[in-house]
């Protein structure tokens, strides 16, 4: 059983568009990740997410990009205005704080047209 | 800034044990992980190693020496499915952050 569902597997949008990536940890952790990678490249850390408040970011992450957890159990990550170049997996992940393990959901492949 | 350094690419026979090493330079360091990635996968948690020495999980083994920046990933008996990216990331110091390196391609061979 996965430790971290993502919806959806693949998106497909048009440059300028809004999108919006949802996880869904099966348990309750303190910790929570999103991350990116574009194809070839390596996995960038974009945000993570302590007891229901951001508590780092990147400087990938932008003003183009919000996280949320609106109903206290899963987590959205939107993209504002996609840029051809924001085209990437991209990996919700939780637990990893200190003496903990991380699990990667399995991604949303996010095309941008 | 931070850095963190594995070799591209590596090859190996199927049976065999083979050695990734990963070093790091990074301004805090609160653990650091291994994750194998097979290609259009997720990331999938091998090990992960907090103060030095060995950690050892079945077929693949972890070590860690902080004084020099510097860990690597044992692999023995090697199988076919075996081949696959491996990543090494160090969590910052707040463990609030990760930074992976670009990951080690391994080629089992038969």
């Known amino acids: 059983e996965p430790e971290v569902t993502q919806t959806p597997s693949h998106q497909v949008t048009q440059m300028g568009q809004e999108v919006i990536l949802r996880c869904v940890p099966i348990s309750n952790h303190l910790y929570f990740y999103w991350y990116r990678q574009i194809l070839g490249q390596k996995v960038e850390f974009l945000v993570s997410?302590?007891?229901?408040?951001?508590?780092?970011k990147s400087e990938i992450f932008d003003d183009q990009f919000s996280v949320e957890r609106p109903d206290g159990s899963n987590f959205t990550l939107k993209i504002r205005s996609t840029k051809l170049e924001d085209s990437a997996m991209y990996f919700c992940a939780r637990g990893g704080g200190p003496g903990e393990t991380q699990y990667f959901g399995p991604g949303t492949r996010l095309l941008v047209l | 800034g931070q850095n963190i350094d594995q070799p591209t690419e590596m090859t190996a026979t199927e049976g065999a044990i083979v050695q990734i090493n990963c070093t790091y330079q990074t301004s805090g360091f609160n653990g650091l992980f291994w994750y194998q990635q097979h290609a259009g996968e997720a990331p999938t948690f091998l090990s992960y190693n907090v103060l030095d020495g060995l950690e050892e999980k079945g077929r693949f083994s972890s070590f860690l020496s902080r004084s020099k920046g510097y860990s690597y990933l044992l692999l023995k008996e090697l199988q076919m499915k075996d081949s696959a990216s491996y990543l090494c990331?160090?969590?910052?110091?707040?463990?609030?952050?990760?930074?992976f390196g670009t990951g080690t391609s391994l080629t089992v061979i038969p």
């Open positions: 990331a160090v969590r910052d110091r707040t463990g609030n952050q990760f930074y």
């Open positions: 997410f302590y007891n229901n408040e951001i508590s780092e």
